[in-house]
């Protein structure tokens, strides 16, 4: 059996945190929830916070999310991914071009790339990312500053030039999952859907089934 790392086609669901939407709930707290209901993949994203909270943050983390098989990835902060023992990093398209950041993380671990078009699908790949995220495919708050939702087509064209795995994110939940799936993605990539969520790990369970 692959290692969840090097399996990246079949995880099926990629976590990306936002502790304003937790309803006060500790992040800590929402991620253990979320890994029993099945999630294993993270990406701690909390932009506001400075390099020592962050830091701490990805620490506890780091100590919720491994001891259950799981991988923790670390949005933009290479340096804080590098401290802490993560798994990897994960770059917006304001980040260190991909190239870069495979240089700086080296082979062992994890590189996704947040992508908004073929061509910057095409960067990511030509700079060893592992995955994208490509969105956002329908309208979510979260993403609406990065524009007008994409739609299903943007998957369809990317995944006929694109040989990396794709994570849908943007908009995404139980209903309309499966349409993702059909387009061309390789599993979806939520904030809401599970941070939101007043039952994660049921959420979480919904979004796997």
């Known amino acids: 059996m692959l290692r969840l790392k090097d399996d990246t086609r079949r995880w099926g669901l990629y976590v990306v945190t936002d502790r304003t939407q937790t309803a006060g ?4 707290e929402v991620t ?8 294993r993949v993270f990406q701690l994203r909390e932009k506001d916070l400075e390099a020592r909270e962050l830091t701490a943050l990805a620490e506890r983390l780091h100590g919720v999310i491994h001891p259950a098989g799981g991988l923790l990835l670390v949005n933009d902060r290479i340096d804080v991914a590098l401290a802490v023992g993560a798994d990897g990093a994960h770059l917006s398209q304001r980040s260190l071009p991909p190239a870069v950041a495979r240089r700086l993380l ?65 908009g995404i939940n139980r209903t309309n999952r499966q349409e993702v799936l059909t387009a061309g993605a390789d599993g979806v990539a939520v904030i809401s859907a599970v941070m939101a969520a007043p039952d994660v790990s049921e959420a979480v369970r919904a979004l796997l089934s």
């Open 106 to 170: 080296g082979r062992g671990r994890l590189l996704g790339v947040s992508c908004h078009s073929l061509a910057e699908a095409a960067e990511a790949q030509e700079g060893g990312a592992d995955f994208i995220l490509l969105g956002p495919i329908f309208f979510t708050p979260s993403k609406a500053s990065y524009g007008a939702p994409l739609g299903l087509e943007i998957l369809k064209q990317v995944r006929s030039h694109i040989h990396l795995p794709i994570l849908a994110i943007g």
């Open 25 to 28: 709930r500790p992040l800590e």
């Open 32 to 39: 253990r929830a979320a890994l029993a209901g099945g999630a």
